[in-house]
């Protein structure tokens, strides 16, 4: 992109001291945080000297001591010095509003930001990226990389086995970069203190184990959940975070909750009026609405982002007593809280049941009290909801002079926690971090193509000089023989004079951005563009190259498994048979084989592909075939819970079908198919495209708080090209109905049409109505427009290809408007004149 154009400094640049001045900086920078209403505490101003004593920092200190603060102290030091810092996250949402943090502090021009799916400014003095993105540019560029501080923040996730790689990697290779490592439970980190010393010949200093500014209160309930909440807000120990394990408990809790009269009159009708023009979309949101109306927030990863931010926006004005969420707060959530609420110990993690480690415990623990706003936090564990029901049984049995009768029994697989379990947790230390080191075949490539330096050696190093025992140090040395003898198999590899060589040339951001775009790039040449699949079948190779919505995969299969049977019991296929039968069932995945073999084919010339994973599905193809909205494809395939994962893949492929299919290969069809699914996208919840473009626009940002509401997206009906398409998905979806012979559906769409009428006509003339690529053209659809409606008749593709019978509609332009859809009224189903 463009450079950004200079703005004026912000307030915090224009105070930093020119030339370097390490005591005039301390002053500079405390005195803009007092200017900002924030007065640093000790743990803060002691990690600011030793930022500016150029120390490495291991800052872990509790939730709430302002760590942020910290992190913007480090970025500043290296700006007024000349120098470039990172600031690293595991997510990219993090990454994403860190960036638009550090814009307001440090202004455009001095701000970018690198993700898997986003590059701006990334020539800016202060750069937001994700872990691997910093570990990739360190493996291929070597100590020589232009970094002078690292500021990684959930430093945590080093531990994590699929991605602590990439938190280890900076360690190892940037030996001329200062770290802040930072986190609220980092656990004992000698080892890596020690290590990172000896690298780098630098001091690394320890700001840790400081007091919390608002301190914690601990207590153990044997009551109901609902009457726990209920005395927590007579206490006024509200807004209430209820921690479950599970988007389906969370969402449950809070409907559950409706009866328990959270907030008084006055403040729901404070609610309503700052809601009163947001727009619920049908399913959750409709639950969603009138939970917020009766001062209770729902918050986790599966939501919509516009309603996450609703809720956020909501309970930081204090309009929300009690909201219930996911463990998910304990990564960087931005929801005030007073209370946390903990419905169990225990979660299951993919694997099995187990008790939350000491580092999860504290994570969420410490989100409870607000700093300038509390005076203490409480944490509240409750007892296993087993041992709570046989309390309350035996207690009205003591009261009625009897003995109590036959104790309820904990669930199948139940993993018990008590009292002493709670204090363990509260007393123990985070676990001291383990490290997860990997060796890939990407990893490899970047650092034999590194310029300078023996490759062997640098591979050597990076095997051999890490944080690993022994034992799995000689395991990676075998899967790096392994992967070296494979590159140089496949030609991607010589020898030249002894030492490897790349034979090819890496694209700028090989293993940065999208791994699998030149695969698609690749694929896109076996197709045909005259075929009348080929809009689909390019939005298929990109859907093969996103990440699996493993939720709506899931469901997809569970569909097709259950029409499947359905299918074989009418076809009189016996049980056993139908079991075997059903194994081989799944979702769908579009070009399955060709893109297999395609992939065989370009992982022989370029190896390091096989790292990732290619994974035909269809997701958008799926909803454009079935010609729904988005909220009848998510009550479809039952995503009311996930149906921000299904907005999230919708999205990601919106952007990877922009970026990635060259202009050329563009078709009108697949013109009209991006533009409809990037409209889709935005009438659902504008604020993740708005993102994007404020990422590409970064000096347009308007600083000040963000409005409770969102602001509204644009008119579905100005973009004419995603309308039109609108419009023939609403005809088609009854013309596929009409196919089938689905009266019901039929008359759900349009009550009132003479449906089963009119299909009797038309069948006793025709055997059947066509549903193939030319019965869905855009010839098959006549629009007369009007100034505020169109009148549109789709023709029906009889077997006699007579095409004298057809639905004529009217598109309501204004109600389309308002709506965020075409809202298309069916007038007549008959012969056409």
Not at 56 to 70: A, C, N
Not at 309 to 335: F, H, K, S
Not at 563 to 583: F, P, T
Not at 704 to 733: D, H, I, Q, Y
Request: aromatic letters at 8%; proline letters at 6%.
């Amino acid at each position: 992109m463009p450079p950004l154009v200079s703005s004026p400094k912000t307030a915090l640049v224009a105070a930093l001291p020119a030339p370097w001045d390490a005591d005039a900086f301390v002053q500079a920078f405390d005195d803009w945080a007092r200017s900002r209403g924030l007065r640093l505490y000790p743990a803060q101003e002691e990690a600011v000297l030793e930022l500016v004593l150029d120390r490495h920092l291991v800052l872990s200190t509790p939730t709430g001591t302002g760590k942020s603060l910290v992190a913007i102290a480090a970025h500043a030091a290296a700006l007024a010095q000349g120098q470039r810092s990172f600031y690293t996250a595991p997510l990219k949402a993090l990454v994403s509003e860190k960036f638009f943090a550090l814009v307001e502090v440090f202004g455009p021009e001095n701000v970018g930001m690198v993700t898997g799916d986003s590059s701006v400014n990334p020539d800016a003095p202060i750069i937001c990226c994700t872990a691997e993105i910093l570990a990739n540019l360190a493996l291929r560029e070597g100590a020589e990389t232009n970094v002078d501080v690292v500021i990684a923040d959930e430093f945590h996730f080093y531990a994590d086995p699929q991605r602590g790689w990439a938190w280890q990697v900076p360690l190892l290779v940037l030996n001329r970069a200062r770290f802040v490592l930072m986190s609220a439970t980092l656990g004992d980190l000698t080892d890596i203190s020690t290590d990172l010393e000896r690298r780098t010949g630098i001091e690394v200093a320890h700001v840790t184990g400081v007091e919390r500014p608002v301190p914690l209160h601990y207590r153990y309930v044997t009551t109901p959940v609902h009457e726990t909440v209920e005395s927590l807000l007579e206490e006024r120990l509200a807004p209430v975070y209820i921690v479950h394990f599970a988007q389906a408990a969370a969402v449950e809790r809070a409907q559950a909750l409706l009866s328990a009269r959270v907030a008084t009159r006055e403040q729901r009708d404070r609610i309503a009026e700052e809601i009163g023009g947001f727009r619920f979309s049908p399913g959750f949101g409709s639950t969603l609405s009138k939970l917020v109306r009766a001062g209770i927030g729902v918050h986790h990863a599966g939501m919509l982002p516009k309603y996450r931010r609703l809720v956020e926006q909501l309970a930081q004005l204090g309009m929300l007593r009690v909201i219930c969420g996911t463990d998910t707060l304990g990564v960087g959530i931005n929801v005030p809280i007073r209370t946390v609420l903990l419905t169990a110990l225990t979660k299951f993690d993919g694997v099995k049941m187990r008790q939350l480690s000491a580092r999860e415990f504290h994570q969420i623990a410490g989100r409870a009290g607000r700093a300038g706003h509390d005076v203490a936090g409480d944490v509240v564990a409750e007892a296993p909801e087993h041992e709570i029901e046989n309390q309350i049984a035996a207690k009205k049995a003591e009261a009625k002079g009897k003995k109590g009768g036959p104790k309820k029994r904990a669930p199948e697989g139940f993993v018990s926690w008590g009292p002493a379990s709670f204090e363990r947790l509260i007393a123990a230390e985070p676990e001291t971090l383990t490290s997860s080191m990997q060796i890939t075949a990407a990893m490899l490539i970047n650092v034999i193509g590194r310029e300078g330096g023996d490759p062997f050696e640098n591979v050597r190093a990076l095997v051999f000089d890490n944080h690993e025992p022994p034992e799995l140090q000689r395991e990676l040395a075998r899967r790096a023989l392994g992967i070296y003898r494979t590159l140089k198999a496949a030609g991607v590899v010589e020898l030249r004079d002894g030492i490897p060589k790349l034979t090819v040339d890496l694209q700028p951001n090989f293993a940065l951005n999208q791994p699998l775009s030149p695969f698609a790039l690749a694929a896109f040449e076996l197709l045909d563009l005259e075929q009348p699949t080929y809009a689909l079948d390019m939005i298929s190779i990109i859907e093969s190259t996103l990440d699996d919505p493993r939720p709506i995969l899931s469901q997809q299969q569970f569909k097709a498994r259950g029409e499947a049977v359905a299918a074989m019991k009418a076809d009189g296929i016996e049980y056993d048979e139908r079991m075997e039968l059903l194994e081989t069932v799944t979702w769908p995945k579009p070009l399955d084989e060709l893109l297999e073999q395609a992939f065989e084919t370009f992982a022989a010339s370029q190896p390091w592909v096989r790292d990732f994973e290619l994974s035909p599905k269809s997701v958008v193809r799926d909803l454009y075939e079935r010609a729904m909205s988005f909220s009848d494809y998510v009550a479809f395939y039952q995503l009311g819970r996930s149906e921000g994962l299904v907005l999230r893949y919708l999205s990601d492929a919106y952007r990877a079908a922009r970026q990635t299919i060259p202009d050329e290969l563009k078709t009108d069809e697949l013109q009209d198919l991006i533009e409809w699914l990037g409209e889709l996208v935005r009438q659902v919840d504008s604020s993740l495209l708005d993102e994007w473009a404020a990422l590409q626009n970064p000096a347009e940002l308007v600083a000040g708080e963000k409005p409770v509401l969102p602001p509204a997206p644009t008119s579905v009906v100005t973009n004419r090209r995603a309308f039109l398409v609108l419009v023939r998905n609403a005809l088609w979806r009854r013309v596929q109905a009409a196919a089938l012979q689905r009266d019901d559906e039929l008359l759900a769409l349009d009550p009132g049409v003479p449906w089963a009428e009119a299909l009797d006509a038309y069948y006793a003339e025709h055997d059947e109505i066509g549903t193939g690529p030319d019965a869905r053209s855009v010839a098959r659809l006549v629009i007369d427009e009007e100034p505020d409606r169109w009148v549109v008749r789709q023709i029906l593709d009889d077997p006699a290809g007579h095409h004298d019978w057809g639905i004529t509609a009217e598109v309501d332009l204004a109600a389309s408007a308002e709506e965020g859809v075409a809202v298309v009224r069916v007038l007549a189903v008959g012969r056409l004149d």
